[in-house]
């Protein structure tokens, strides 16, 4: 069974800018969650969808925005990039309904902001 | 919301020794505990998980152990072997359809050969 990928892997971006991220979770998977990874900050939860619903959504400003369509591929997008918005984005999926089972992550993609 | 502290940030242990990764969280209706080990430019993977109706579960060198109480969970790594090497981050989740996962900062174990 494929793994979650996430396209693309690096991305180099301008203050300003708007920048959109892809994330395909395995087969049959409905749950997609993305997290920030900062040296500093650690793993910081963005949102989660499950069948194209938002279900949670973290402490992020309303740049930070995201989908998921009807074949449970999500995308998120950060609009007006600021150079803190440079981190590692990743997307986890998982099979349940309900929390408490494993999420699987994607390999990230990698965000610089300049 | 949830707040996961984790501890300590840096731990550094000699091969064959075990090493203890302690995390404390705020929200007692957390009900998982998942663990999760991330080698340098890798994905996180999970490692062993623990509910809230269990106090300890073991898989081979690794085990997990849960003070509902106290509200803190601790990870032990036995018998350490270089390859234990990694960022390990402990996460909490009230669960339900609150699909969230707080994570703690994380802890670089280095073990030295």
């Known amino acids: 069974k494929a793994g979650v990928t996430q396209t693309p892997r690096y991305l180099i971006k301008t203050r300003g800018q708007q920048v959109t991220l892809s994330c395909s979770p395995i087969s049959g998977h409905r749950s997609v969650s993305w997290y920030q990874q900062t040296p500093g900050q650690g793993l910081q939860f963005l949102f989660e969808y499950f069948s194209e619903t938002q279900r949670n959504k973290g402490n992020f400003p309303g740049r930070f925005s995201g989908r998921q369509f009807s074949n449970s591929r999500s995308e998120m997008n950060v609009s007006t990039l600021e150079l803190g918005d440079s981190a590692l984005y990743l997307c986890a999926s998982s099979l349940a309904l309900i929390a408490g089972h494993e999420q699987y992550f994607g390999p990230g993609t990698r965000l610089t902001v300049t | 919301g949830e707040n996961v502290e984790q501890h300590p940030s840096t731990l550094s242990v000699q091969e064959g020794d075990s090493a203890v990764i302690k995390c404390t969280y705020s929200?007692?209706?957390?009900?998982?505990f998942p663990w999760y080990k991330q080698e340098l430019g890798k994905r996180p993977q999970l490692i062993i998980d623990?509910?809230?109706?269990?106090g300890e579960k073991k898989d081979q060198r690794i085990a997990v152990t849960l003070n509902k109480t106290a509200k803190h969970f601790s990870l032990h790594i036995t018998e350490t072997q270089p390859e234990d090497s990694a960022v390990y981050f402990c996460a909490a989740s009230t669960g339900g359809s609150n699909y969230k996962l707080t994570f703690g900062k994380g802890t670089l174990l280095t073990v030295n050969p």
């Open positions: 929200d007692s209706a957390s009900n998982y």
């Open positions: 623990i509910r809230s109706n269990v």
